[in-house]
């Protein structure tokens, strides 16, 4: 692995094959038939998924000691989705390290945003293997510690938000239904609508379902709260 990919990461590795290792997609593996468990980031991923997960919590429950266990799990979601692993990945210009198949290059595999949030993952995972928690962590905190600052205060879970309005009044709950699909199969847009009592739906559209769905809540909130005025 190039000495400027260890530069980005801010790690230096003992072993450097565990960092090729976690560079290297499935498809790479694949195509040469080697078994799934060996030489792709798989495994190094699950492994770094699990210590991004602790090293987050325990980066919240330090930076927000005031907040209650709800709130410090809506900054959780929020920090630990793909969406947002994607965009470090971006952020630190990672793609151009991933190690694809043919096919999958072609395909823009560098650009997916889920291949791009495994990897930052298998990173931590890697970083983890090669130095113990400690560098994982400064690692992750590294990524982390700038988000928090973007938005000191926790973020609004439109969905749970919605259904509770709903079930103060009734014993119905919102429908999200998916009206649209459209781009290609490696990078879908989601059109979700929203259903509540006999208002008029409410829409929103995004790269995933679960995030149309909380634009769908969040645009029949404000459509609720404006009729309310």
């Given at each position: 692995m190039p000495e400027k990919l260890q530069y980005i990461i801010g790690y230096?590795?003992?072993?450097?094959?565990?960092l090729e290792t976690a560079m290297t997609h499935k498809s790479v593996t694949a195509d040469k038939n080697i078994p799934d468990n060996q030489r792709n980031y798989e495994?190094?991923?699950?492994?770094?998924?699990r210590v991004l997960n602790l090293v987050v919590a325990?980066?919240?429950?330090q930076e927000f000691e005031d907040e209650a266990e709800g709130q410090i799990a809506r900054r959780y979601s929020a920090l630990i989705n793909r969406h947002q692993l994607s965009e470090?990945?971006?952020s630190l210009?990672?793609?151009e390290y991933i190690r694809l198949s043919e096919a999958e290059n072609i395909s823009g595999g560098q650009d997916k945003l889920t291949i791009l949030a495994d990897v930052v993952e298998s990173i931590i995972g890697a970083i983890y293997r090669d130095g113990g928690l400690e560098p994982a962590q400064?690692?992750?905190s590294r990524l982390i510690k700038p988000l928090l600052n973007k938005n000191l205060e926790p973020p609004i879970d439109y969905k749970t938000a919605l259904q509770e309005w709903l079930q103060a009044r009734s014993n119905d709950i919102p429908t999200y239904t998916v009206t649209n699909q459209t781009g290609p199969d490696h990078a879908p847009e989601f059109e979700i609508s929203v259903s509540v009592l006999d208002?008029?739906?409410q829409s929103a559209s995004a790269k995933n379902k679960k995030a149309a769905e909380k634009g769908a809540a969040e645009k029949m909130l404000n459509w609720i709260?404006?009729?309310e005025k």
């Open positions: 230096k590795f003992s072993n450097l094959s565990l495994r190094l991923e699950f492994l770094g998924d325990d980066l919240l429950l470090i990945a971006l210009k990672i793609g400064e690692f992750v208002f008029p739906p709260k404006a009729q």
